[in-house]
């Protein structure tokens, strides 16, 4: 029983388990409060459960991992940019709605409460479009070169990052809070959302604990987002859509002779992973309070993707199960080990823990036997 | 450092508990490794001891070479000292030169830094009066051999002691 | 007509270089002599490192993303020399002699990993230069002057232990290069040899056409040559042609009693060693090691390299390698300039030699698999027509 469960969870996502169990354990004895870290990990979990929720759709169709979720978060800037770059024109048409239907309480509402949720909204409306456009060109170029999709991947994700690099510095922009201050031109390279959607989903239904003994925060409004929006893959993938997709995942040829239109399929999936990228980056987005350009989003592609593993997916099989276990694995060794072993060794060893247990997590899944099928 | 040491310590405890010396319990240690490399590959003995032989060799040789470029390419920090010392005045002004290179010119009190690499140097010392003309010259060789750092009395080496090198003995 | 179209496609990416490097050169405003004077220091800084590549190509693994491994090595046997202060030549030996045994040990991880991946070799050995990238973070930044004893307090941070950001390689710096001191100056002459400055002979030549001089890192060159050699007869030896055979076929390698497993991971443990030696005459000319940041640079720029001078992921010569340095590195010294004169703004021309590395690979790898792909249809179609006639 215990030998099965052993065999099915890998040894390493074991050892990782334990280990922050270990850390939990160790924390309170070393002067670190479990409550704000357990805070920290709930935080945390609803800002990068959307992006790693990104990895099912390409896993189950049988493209692998995608190392190109840069590609879907660049989609994910341009909407969260330019809702702020349009914010009060948004809103203007919004209102003149409002005018024009002589619904005056709705315009007030416009302008007030619902101010940063349409700002938010509108990133996401603007957002979506894009990443479809961008992930049907990349599912068509990822038909083209089956078999080396991951390599692939990761250098799409890297090319269009140093490309959106010179739009972001071309592209005429005009919004003073994100525009350099002296040329009046080119985007800075971190933008404060702050007063256009700063918390929107983090804030919304938070639960806030703040007495004397304990402080607890959780993000309410931003785990009901995430649970949605897994709900929304996990019907899909059982739709007819979904169920051929991931037919197509397991065995192409099988796939291929029973009807199905491979290519279509992958193409499908290529484009929700990318969509669920750019969604995913504004939620990480409106809790951490800053739109990262430029290089920022370079290597965001391997959290997600260690991740997902860490949650007991491989490389062709992957669920909302494996994200949820995964991201709240990962994000918890990245809460705890700054403050339990930097309060224990007083060396901030988190950026290296990170980097064995992430990478070493995908070296895991990659060398793992994979049943023939392809 | 400090972790070595303690766990050398419990060794250390622990031959000593059994009167082992140590260079047989490193010798112990060696053939048991080797043993264990040798268990389970299908060559005869013989050949399996050629192999190691060769490779102890080689290995040998490598090292030999590590520590022969340890010796020729050190670079070493050469102070020179113009100073009162041992009841010898500070020369008025002295022109040093290390293999060759850019010459410190010191007057009494001073102190100079120059590098030298390899295990032995030429220092060349130009020792002038008042009026700046040059009074002597004195080359010498000095085997530093692998030392990281070596002060020159500069007053000691113009007296012609053998003995130049602070602190004096 | 197909044949045409072929060549054009297989040599269109070191084309359409040539196309921007004419484009961007006279925008760039550079003198003839300023450029051949940095190729020519680029080509000795680079090419090493590039070359180190070949061989795990050779063997069918492609790109060795791993080389990053065997940089790594290099840089901890500098981070010993400069602690002890060996300077010159035996300074550079000294490092690759520490390096080699860490680069063998790495090589033969990777080889093992590689072997346990076999068909996404690529992916798989990026990720582990990530991942021994943390094991060689928590080496340097940890465990060096705690348990690694470094005694050298301008090597480390204040706080005791761990290896500083920048470490100056003033003992080594350039000695490979300026072992043989050789200048090229303008205006017709002869070949001679002259003494200037401090006694130090330098050879000099005399060349028409050029203007100002130019210094040869001309040892630099000759070690470059010989490893050119080494390949040549690499490729010549048993195990050379065992190589090529795996990279052919495995499943017919193996069927000729080729150890098919065996074979690859000595290719990429000979990659990772050459690769660790690359690295440390790449060091040697800069002058300065980032501690945290030279050996990722390495990896990426020299495969984009490789690339651009027309190698391909399964076939790459000696030839691609020096047309990648020179056109590669064409364009990284005038696409900052040619990007300020052109829009005014250098950071433009920054970004786009950074885009261009990347994607470049990436349509190199596109292309690739775009073809094996066809190919493997086309054998399909074939193998299902063959049926079809029975």
């Not at chain 1, 003994?213 to 987002?225: A, D, E, Q, R, W």
């Not at chain 2, 047989?24 to 490399?37: K, N, R």
């Not at chain 3, 991946?117 to 798989?124: I, N, Q, W």
């Not at chain 3, 261009?356 to 596109?366: D, N, T």
């Amino acid at each position: 029983m215990i030998k099965k469960f052993i065999e099915n969870a890998g040894w390493p996502r074991i050892i990782i388990a334990l280990f922050l169990l270990a850390l939990f354990v160790a924390a309170p004895f070393v002067g670190v409060r479990v409550d704000t870290s357990l805070s920290n990990t709930l935080v945390r979990f609803g800002m990068n459960g959307v992006m790693v929720l990104a990895m099912i759709p390409m896993v189950q169709a049988g493209c692998g991992l995608n190392f190109g979720l840069p590609l879907g978060i660049i989609a994910g800037l341009l909407g969260a940019t330019l809702s702020i770059e349009w914010n009060s024109e948004i809103l203007a048409k919004l209102s003149e709605l409002g005018t024009l239907y002589k619904i005056s309480w709705l315009n007030d509402l416009f302008l007030t409460t619902w101010r940063e949720p349409i700002g938010f909204a509108s990133a996401i409306i603007i957002a979506v479009p894009i990443a479809a456009i961008l992930g049907w060109f990349y599912g068509k170029l990822l038909n083209r070169v089956k078999g080396d999709e991951m390599m692939i991947a990761t250098y799409v994700g890297f090319s269009s990052v140093s490309f959106m690099c010179i739009a972001w510095l071309l592209l005429p922009y005009k919004h003073p809070t994100m525009v350099w201050g002296y040329a009046g031109k080119g985007l800075r390279t971190t933008i404060s959302v702050e007063g256009y959607w700063l918390h929107v989903l983090s804030d919304a239904l938070a639960l806030d604990i703040n007495t004397e003994n304990i402080h607890l925060y959780v993000p309410t409004g931003m785990l009901i987002f995430f649970a949605f929006v897994a709900l929304i893959v996990w019907i899909f993938m059982k739709t007819k859509t979904g169920t051929a997709m991931t037919a197509v995942g397991s065995n192409p040829e099988f796939a291929r002779a029973s009807g199905v239109n491979v290519d279509r399929m992958r193409t499908i999936a290529v484009m929700m992973s990318t969509i669920l990228g750019a969604v995913g980056i504004i939620v990480y987005e409106q809790s951490f309070g800053f739109i990262q350009l430029y290089m920022g989003p370079f290597y965001m592609a391997l959290p997600a993707v260690a991740s997902i593993l860490l949650g007991g997916a491989s490389v062709n099989k992957a669920g909302i199960l494996n994200v949820i276990v995964g991201t709240f694995l990962f994000q918890g060794i990245l809460t705890m080990t700054p403050s339990v072993i930097n309060s224990y060794l007083q060396t901030d060893m988190s950026e290296v823990i990170r980097l064995i247990v992430s990478n070493g997590m995908i070296l895991y899944a990659l060398t793992r036997k994979v049943r023939a099928g392809r | 450092m400090t972790m070595f040491n303690e766990y050398w310590e419990i060794v250390r405890t622990f031959l000593d508990a059994y009167g082992v010396s140590y260079e047989l319990a490193g010798l112990i240690v060696l053939v048991l490794i080797w043993l264990l490399l040798f268990l389970g590959r299908g060559l005869s003995f013989f050949r399996f001891l050629m192999r190691w032989y060769q490779r102890l060799i080689i290995v040998t040789g490598l090292v030999a070479l590590g520590f022969w470029l340890f010796y020729v390419g050190r670079e070493h920090q050469i102070l020179l000292d113009n100073k009162n010392v041992n009841g010898l005045k500070a020369l008025e002004q002295v022109n040093v030169s290390i293999n060759g290179g850019e010459s410190a010119e010191l007057m009494p009190g001073d102190r100079d830094m120059r590098k030298a690499v390899g295990p032995e140097f030429e220092v060349k010392a130009e020792i002038l009066d008042d009026n700046g003309e040059v009074v002597s010259t004195i080359t010498k060789t000095v085997k530093i051999g692998c030392v990281k750092n070596m002060t020159i009395s500069l007053p000691a080496l113009a007296a012609g002691s053998e003995d130049f090198t602070l602190p004096l003995k | 007509m197909r044949k045409i179209f072929d060549i054009i496609a297989n040599n269109a990416v070191p084309a359409v270089f040539i196309i921007i490097s004419a484009f961007a050169i006279p925008l760039s405003g550079y003198s003839a002599s300023y450029l051949v004077q940095e190729l020519l220091t680029r080509i000795g800084r680079n090419s090493f490192l590039i070359l180190s590549l070949l061989i795990p190509i050779m063997a069918g693994m492609g790109l060795n993303f791993g080389m990053v491994l065997g940089a790594m090595a290099g840089q901890i046997g500098l981070l010993f020399i400069c602690d002890w202060g060996i300077v010159g030549i035996p300074g550079m030996v000294l490092a690759c002699l520490i390096g080699t045994p860490i680069a063998i040990v790495l090589g033969i991880f990777c080889g093992h990993v590689l072997n346990r991946a076999k068909g996404r070799e690529m992916v798989t050995s990026y990720i582990l230069g990530f991942f021994i990238n943390g094991v060689y973070q928590m080496t340097v930044l940890y465990l060096m002057g705690w348990i690694i004893p470094i005694t050298n307090p301008t090597l480390l941070l204040s706080r005791g232990y761990g290896v500083r950001n920048a470490v100056s390689l003033l003992g080594i710096r350039g000695i490979l290069d300026n072992l043989i001191p050789t200048i090229i100056t303008g205006t017709q002459g002869t070949a001679q040899f002259v003494n200037i400055n401090g006694g130090k002979s330098f050879i000099m030549m005399q060349l028409p056409f050029l203007e100002g001089s130019i210094r040869i890192p001309l040892a630099t060159l000759i070690v470059i040559a010989l490893f050119c050699i080494f390949i040549v007869w690499f490729r010549k030896t048993k195990l050379g042609q065992d190589m090529r055979a795996i990279g052919q076929s495995q499943s017919v390698a193996d069927s000729a009693g080729i150890p098919v497993n065996r074979t690859r991971i000595i290719a990429i443990v000979i990659s990772t060693v050459l690769a660790c030696y690359g690295q440390i005459i790449y060091l040697q000319n800069m002058g300065t090691l980032n501690t945290y940041n030279s050996h990722d640079q390495a990896g990426m720029f020299s495969i984009a390299a490789l690339l651009i001078g027309g190698a391909s992921v399964s076939k790459a010569t000696i030839a691609n390698v020096f047309a990648g340095v020179i056109l590669f590195h064409l364009m990284f010294i005038v696409a900052p300039v040619a990007g300020k004169n052109l829009i005014g703004d250098a950071q433009i021309g920054e970004y786009f030699r950074v885009f261009v590395s990347y994607g470049i690979i990436a349509i190199a790898l596109v292309l690739h698999a775009w073809r094996r792909n066809r190919e493997r249809e086309a054998a399909r179609r074939s193998l299902r027509g063959n049926k079809g006639d029975e």
